[in-house]
């Protein structure tokens, strides 16, 4: 069996090179194989020194394919680049940063074999930021609502997967990409597997607030409940206006000395006003969404390719990669 292990690389660190080196130490040592891939995507990190540095260590790792894309476009879509140049039946994901390490990949396939078609590695004390924790938090129970996610399970950026599962998920064409949801709508035998979360050796997070808030609004685009659950909550409104009415205009009739409310009357026309303004809003995330997806919007464009070759190390011209 061949495995292939995919990583996103975002400015990239000298680091890296232990995680490596470790990958190879945990497929030769004690999974004893080396059919075994590292894929490396950099997802044009604006560090100049990143891509020449993965360079490097495509020459000093055999076993390491570059892929090289032309714009920075999130996590979530550079795991789908990778994933299109994958051989292997059994597919790792790994971050570069080296908070999770490769020695727990041994836990997760071997839970991975009792049935499971995707294996999350759930961090029992994680070393995030505050602001990154409270993210994972609302994403989590936003993914429980509305994609129905079971609440035991907890989605990670740590995992290993089997090939027809990633072969069904490169088939997602659109441009927001959300890891979690292709998981979702693939498959629903998933599950954890306890591991430490280290401290971020060197560098800091690629994540801002602005990043973290633009990946969880990406939930959108695989579900519907959210204009379902605005239009139930428009019929609701609807009825307790008329209710409201009734009870005014009752009110009026046993005491016509009532006087009218003009401050009442303008904070229900606001609230109305908000109702629908918030309907709207979410309305529009979708169609902006179907607008960019029929716009054929690239999830990533490959650069170019480093791969060894019949010849020795080479590179290969990349293109578009995109299935219509």
Request: with cysteine; charged share 25%.
């Amino acid at each position: 069996m061949k495995y292939s292990v995919i990583v996103p690389c975002y400015n990239t660190q000298d680091i890296f090179d232990q995680e490596l080196a470790g990958i190879r130490d945990v497929f030769r040592s004690r999974l004893h194989t080396d059919s075994f891939e590292v894929i490396l995507v950099n997802d044009c990190s604006p560090d100049p020194g990143t891509l020449p540095f993965l360079k490097k260590m495509r020459l000093k790792y055999p076993f390491v394919k570059l892929v090289d894309l032309v714009k920075n476009t999130g996590q979530a879509n550079a795991q789908l680049a990778a994933m299109h140049f994958v051989s292997g039946e059994i597919v790792v994901n790994l971050d570069d940063d080296m908070q999770t390490r490769p020695d727990n990949i041994p836990a997760l396939l071997e839970k991975l074999e009792e049935g499971y078609d995707v294996v999350f590695g759930r961090y029992f004390h994680k070393k995030h930021s505050a602001i990154r924790r409270l993210f994972t938090r609302m994403d989590d129970s936003f993914e429980t609502i509305f994609l129905n996610k079971p609440k035991n399970l907890s989605c990670t950026s740590f995992w290993v997967a089997r090939r027809y599962v990633i072969d069904e998920i490169i088939n997602y064409k659109f441009a927001y990409s959300f890891m979690e949801g292709l998981f979702l709508r693939t498959t629903r035998k998933m599950t954890n597997v306890d591991i430490e979360h280290y401290d971020r050796v060197e560098g800091k997070s690629g994540y801002t607030f602005r990043s973290l808030l633009k990946l969880w609004s990406n939930f959108t685009n695989f579900t519907v409940k959210p204009l379902r659950i605005a239009g139930v909550a428009g019929i609701f409104t609807v009825l307790f206006a008329f209710l409201f009415l009734l009870v005014t205009i009752f009110h009026r009739i046993a005491d016509p000395t009532i006087p009218q409310g003009y401050s009442a009357l303008m904070c229900v026309i606001l609230f109305f006003f908000g109702m629908v303004m918030m309907m709207l809003g979410i309305m529009g995330e979708y169609i902006g969404r179907i607008f960019m997806c029929i716009n054929s919007a690239p999830q990533f464009v490959v650069k170019k390719v480093y791969e060894k070759t019949e010849n020795g190390a080479g590179e290969e011209e990349g293109a578009e990669c995109r299935k219509d």
